[in-house]
């Protein structure tokens, strides 16, 4: 795995630390772990495979959901970050 080049250089985790191993745990069946990991794995995996499949199929409101689920994304990431901060040692 890629070792994270923020966290070597200032001790804290970025806002997406945590991503690489939750998709390995995601892969290997284990669900709970992954999420515990890194909160925003579903919505972010979902937004991809939806993005992925608007290119193909041009869903009728395929834009505005997959913004949808972008804010989603987006509000879990910065919300786990600014836990992940709070509660540093």
Known sequence: ???????????LEC???GLQ????LLFNGQFKEAVYLFPAIIPLS???VYTVLHLFFRFKKGARN??????CSAL?????FIF????HD
């Not at 191993?21 to 390995?24: K, S």
């Not at 997959?66 to 804010?71: A, G, H, K, N, V």
């Open 1 to 11: 795995m890629v070792s994270c080049s923020w966290k070597e250089n200032y001790g």
């Open 46 to 48: 979902i937004l991809i």
């Open 66 to 71: 997959i913004i949808i689920l972008f804010s």
């Open 21 to 24: 191993r939750a998709y390995y």
């Open 76 to 80: 879990i990431l910065i919300i786990n």
């Open 84 to 87: 992940k901060l709070i509660i």
């Open 15 to 17: 806002l997406t630390c």
